[in-house]
Structures are given as C-alpha cells and as structure tokens.
C-alpha cells in the first residue's frame, strides 16, 4: 500500500462532506478522493442488495485511482454492506456513531434520526445494545432532512419545521444523546440543536471516525510524507447543488467537482 495514495471517501450524495471536513482539519496534509452517487441519492429508500451493487462500483473505480483507505461516509451503505467482502482498509462512519452515542450517554437513554434503510436495519439498535445491554435506543426515519440538504437547503423556517417534525418523536423519552446517524444531518446541526432539549447531547460520528482514522494511519506507518493535500471531488449526478452545498459547508466557493458517468463504475 502506498502510503502517498490518496483516501476515498464514499457517501450517496453531499453528505459526507462533514466527514470530510472533519478529516481535514486533522489531516491537512492527506490527498481525498469524495465520491458522491449525486445521480442515485438518496440511497435510504432503496433495498440492501442495490446498495451493495451501488458501493461495490464505486469502490471498485476507486481502487484503480489508487486509493490506499476508503471510508464510508454513509450510513445508510455501513449498514447494508459487509466491509470483510471487500479487499480495500475500509473506515465506517456507523461503527464511530455506536461507539460515540455510549460514550456520551450517561441514563442509557439515546435517540437515533437516520434514513429509512438505517433504521429498519436496526444496525445503531444492536450495536449500542452490543455494547451496553441496559441502553434503550429509540430510533426515527427521516428521509425529508436529506432532501433538504441535497436540493441545496430552503428557507429557514422550512427546515426548522421539517427538524422539528422529525425531532418530536423523542418528546417524553428522557433521552441525554442524539445520533445525527446520518451524513447529511450535521449541516442542519443550527436547526437540529434550536429544537432539541438543551441537555441532550448531539453527537456527530464523524469526529470519532476522523480520529479513528488518523490512529490507523499513525500506527501503521501510513500517514502520507509529502506536504500539501489535494481535494478531487466527483459525483454522478448534477454538479450545482453539490458544489453549493460542500462550498458552504467547508468555506470554499471554488470547488472543482468532475462528473463521472455512471457507465464508468461498471
């Protein structure tokens, strides 16, 4: 493995930019692959063996750009995939939002917002319950929040109601933690944290998975020696809600995205 080859990063559409900045700001000096299916999100709704297809494509072409870790920055595909199937160091962003969701609770009691396909998985359920038996994890679909953040935001008063709508189901169930258990959700992080309890604390997986995967890297003698990173950014959809949304997420109105053919992942 060449430890100067760039880190891909995989998520269904603008999402995983949070992931993305995270890792930036603890390995400035890395060179990124972002891979967002822009074409095909949103991925919540589509059943676990398309998935496996979808992802199966993208790390395949990611391989032959010689990457030398992918991460996915996508729930909903940690959820559906086996990262054993695949011959590539893989991170995942769910497993960092189990581990991040124990460590902050302190009654046990932790709230879930994700996509249709994550919760119905029950992935967050068993594994916070893996890891502390006596937790009670209440989960909800919120399928609109990723809309809201693919089709480039909408007005203000728009997006607090729709975070409230999918919020409410909380009301009443104590709990101290919520997983944004989806990539999107961190954009809206203003708007999820006027409306939810002030002494519920909101967790952001991908603090824990940016740290897990500078660790890895450390320890393996992996972290890349050459200064000054690169950012490439593609997608197989539409180009102009992506760059709005990743340019005003990472502070960059000049992002270069390329777009690339789906008939190029088979």
Do not use: W
Not at 95 to 119: D, H, L, P, Q, Y
Not at 196 to 221: G, Q, R, S
């Amino acid at each position: 493995m060449d430890k100067n080859g760039p880190i891909g990063i995989i998520d269904s559409g603008v999402g995983g930019i949070t992931v993305l900045k995270r890792l930036l700001e603890i390995l400035p000096e890395e060179d990124y692959i972002y891979f967002g299916d822009t074409l095909r999100v949103p991925y919540g709704n589509r059943p676990k063996e398309e998935i496996e297809k979808f992802t199966r494509e993208i790390v395949n072409y990611l391989k032959k750009q010689k990457v030398k870790a992918v991460v996915i920055a996508c729930n909903t595909i940690c959820s559906s995939i086996n990262k054993n199937d695949y011959e590539i160091l893989m991170f995942g962003i769910l497993e960092a939002g189990i581990k991040s969701a124990v460590e902050a609770t302190s009654n046990g009691r932790i709230g879930v917002i994700a996509t249709k396909r994550t919760v119905e998985s029950e992935a967050y359920l068993k594994g916070i319950k893996r890891l502390n038996r006596n937790a009670m994890v209440f989960q909800k679909a919120c399928p609109e929040l990723v809309l809201i953040v693919e089709n480039g935001f909408y007005e203000a008063s728009s997006i607090y109601t729709a975070v409230k709508k999918c919020t409410e189901e909380f009301l009443g169930k104590d709990i101290d933690t919520l997983v944004l258990g989806c990539t999107h959700f961190p954009i809206l992080l203003p708007f999820i944290e006027r409306v939810v309890d002030n002494k519920v604390t909101v967790v952001d997986p991908a603090i824990k998975l940016a740290h897990e995967v500078k660790k890895y890297l450390v320890e393996n003698n992996l972290v890349k020696d050459k200064k000054g990173g690169q950012l490439r950014f593609l997608v197989t959809g539409e180009k102009e809600n992506f760059i709005k949304v990743a340019g005003t997420f990472l502070n960059d109105k000049h992002i270069d995205v390329l777009r690339i053919a789906i008939e190029e992942l088979k």
